[in-house]
């Protein structure tokens, strides 16, 4: 039984199995997708990190491809959930050159960018980063900007995006 009475959707998660630090293989992505649906959850968005510099950097095809698999796989096993492709992308300042080059997943194939910034600081020009972002017509989702200490300190700077 369902603890909500309106299906939900979850805009992160490392579902995908055997991409990064989330589900370790399909039995376990399969695992989550059966407590997701138990608590309500119709809807989820699969956002393995992305961070330049590490091996956590795939592709969008590859992705999508996992995702496929993934969907197919709860199909299987009658789970009522349906998983988009999207990506946690680290805060780098080549973001936009990602974005035009097609190395980027955006949420569900949207216009929305899922973004994580920094934990303890924020890199000079971030701000301009994220402009050039909104620029060429995406929208801009802050990854867990409560562990980012700067912005926890000073909330005035998403007063003064808005």
Sequence with gaps: MS??????????????????????????SLEMARIYEDVGFRQVVATPHWMPGTSWVPAPLDIRKKVAAL???????GIALTVYPGMEISLDVE???????????????????????PFQWLPVGWEEILFRVLANGYRVLLAHPERCGPLAENTDRFEEQT
């Design 95 to 117: 973001i936009p050159r990602f974005l035009k080059d097609q190395r980027l997943q955006p949420l569900a194939g949207g216009a929305f960018l899922l973004i994580e910034l």
């Design 71 to 77: 969907n197919r796989a709860i199909k299987g096993q």
């Design 3 to 28: 603890v909500v009475s309106k299906p939900m959707i979850d805009l992160h998660s490392h579902i995908l199995p055997g991409i990064d630090d989330g589900a370790t293989d399909m039995v376990q």
